[in-house]
């Protein structure tokens, strides 16, 4: 074996795994088992390693603590019935897309969310579908415009509305609100790193869907109540 | 497989606790204890399983079966753990970088210094005291399988330094496991 086909104790980690895994090349193989003959301490870090991997791969998987799958529980059941759960606990109960009637300037904001399948739905179940293949990218982008332009315009029916709110529901509200925008940071923190990254648009998607329906179930319900009058909470 | 995979995502989606339960149940311990050995922190792997399942329940609309629940699931918890370690160690960079410039190589050995068959609690324990950075190349690809392609796809680094990161990981548990009893970890 010549200079160049030996191998160096720091180039020999290169080489480790595949020779572990009997992957390596008859080449490689070769130059591995040449080092190992004549170096003092690699075949023991090659022992040492085999058993560390070997370890590692034997690890089974841990049950999590019974309280988790019960904290699990009870996000998931506040978050199904996301937009009766809203007027539930708030008191009320919704005249459904008729209470924005009133407001002409959003009218023409729910056939634009309409045509995105999402009013009306529940938005824990009703994720926007990414569609796969080379459109995928534009899709995302025309939705996730759609969206901006809707929130923007729906924020300013939602701020005219506010003030026929009670503090105690506005707060709340605003509580909300504050939760979405950061899931919305998030998401476009993760598309700034990858922008075509499938899972990450979904997130800002519906994030933005669950921002749109929050702003609309604020409308709404001070759509329900008589200009002037307080809500009164249970 | 696939079919019964199908049929819970849809009663699950339906509302169906039961099955939101058998969801939880066939992989919270797969995906716990990659979370828990990802983290290092148990606090955290059970925040971090709260929420891929609470996000598993509002994406299960678009599950079309092309790859199994299990794998499905697998790849939120992966995405949603890195994306909170890359939080971490943007706000920890500075103290992990030096942290890690500070470490001294591990002295060569003649002759092995570890057990043919190393404790499973030892092991655990010493994951637990690596660096985040090549904790998680060596959870991926010693742990989980991960071929050095997928880890550098999943952390976003080249295949050269998901092999140097794992044989980072490799040495430090050498040398926190050389010689290591059960009873002198666990005081740890």
Partial sequence: ?234 | MRADDLELARRCREGDAAAFETLYRDHAGRLFGLLMRMTGSAHDAEDLLQDVFVQAHRKLAGFRGESSLGTWLYRLAVNHCLDHLRGKHSRMARSTDSLDAEDAPEPAAAAPVLPEAIARIDLERAIAQLPAGCRAAFVLHDVEGLDHREVGEALGISEGTSKSQVHKARMKLRGLLRGVTRGALEAV
């Fill in chain 1, 1 to 234: 074996m010549n200079d160049d086909q030996m191998l160096t104790c720091e180039r020999l980690v290169d080489a480790l795994d595949d020779y572990l895994d009997g992957q390596a090349d008859a080449r490689t193989r070769t130059a591995v088992e040449a080092h190992l003959e004549g170096c003092p301490t690699c075949p023991a870090l090659l022992a040492d390693v085999r058993a560390i991997r070997g370890a590692a791969r034997a690890l089974t998987p841990i049950e999590p603590p019974a309280d988790v799958w019960r904290r699990v529980q009870a996000r998931v059941h506040l978050e199904v019935p996301v937009r009766e759960s809203w007027l539930e606990r708030l008191g009320l109960s919704t005249r459904g897309w008729g209470a924005l009637q009133p407001l002409g300037a959003v009218a023409g904001l729910v056939l634009v969310v309409s045509s995105l399948a999402w009013v009306g739905t529940r938005l824990a179940v009703a994720p926007p579908p990414v569609a796969d293949g080379s459109g995928a990218h534009a899709e995302f982008q025309l939705a996730e415009a759609e969206y901006t332009d809707a929130i923007a315009r729906l924020q300013e029916a939602a701020d005219a509305a506010g003030p026929r709110l009670d503090a105690l529901t506005n707060a709340t509200l605003q509580s909300s609100i504050d939760d979405i925008d950061s899931a919305i940071g998030d998401a476009r923190e993760a598309l700034a790193r990858e922008p075509g990254d499938a899972l990450s648009q979904e997130n800002l998607l519906e994030a933005l869907g669950s921002k749109v329906a929050l702003l609309q179930d604020t409308v709404s319900l001070a759509g329900d109540i008589e200009p002037g009058t307080e809500v009164q909470n249970p």
